[in-house]
């Protein structure tokens, strides 16, 4: 049972967008918060979307340094079904820190949009202008990127 180091750029962007929702943690007054947030990346920029108020809303303001989590699988495996200590879980994950961006732009809001958007579905979408406004868009540019395999099987020469 190993945990892996991921450099391979384009390895850690398939497990990102293999993922249906990325953990987005923030700290308010020196108190973590996370939520479960949709997402999609762009380059070196996670969109994120909110409505422009609330207790997020208020925590980025006063501090936009982010931790943003992906995880990938769940897969319980084992050597030897009877020992415990031989059981692990098998995933992978991507954590991203960055700083947030808030977006004002109408036609920006509308861009990300449409990248949020397929990442879940490869429809063509429409957003009417007051769904444009009152949406709050959050750009969060990475400044750090870094991916591990957890779980794997140990490689020897008896069983590689």
């Not at 943690?25 to 990346?41: D, Q």
């Amino acid at each position: 049972m190993r945990t892996l180091i991921i450099e391979n750029r384009t390895e850690i962007e398939e497990i990102v967008q293999s993922c249906k929702t990325c953990y987005v943690a923030m700290s308010e007054n020196n108190v973590p918060y996370v939520l479960p947030m949709n997402f999609a990346l762009e380059d070196d920029v996670v969109i994120l979307h909110s409505d422009q108020s609330g207790r997020m809303w208020e925590t980025l303001h006063q501090n936009p340094k982010v931790c943003i989590n992906w995880t990938l699988g769940e897969e319980l495996a084992w050597q030897d079904v009877r020992v415990g200590c031989s059981y692990r879980v098998k995933s992978k994950s991507v954590l991203v820190e960055g700083t947030v961006e808030f977006v004002d732009d109408y036609d920006e809001k509308e861009r990300c949009l449409h990248l949020l958007m397929a990442q879940y579905s490869d429809r063509k979408f429409q957003f009417n202008p007051p769904a444009v406004k009152n949406v709050g868009i959050l750009k969060v540019h990475i400044e750090k990127i870094s991916a591990k395999e957890f779980g794997a099987k140990a490689v020897t020469p008896w069983n590689s």
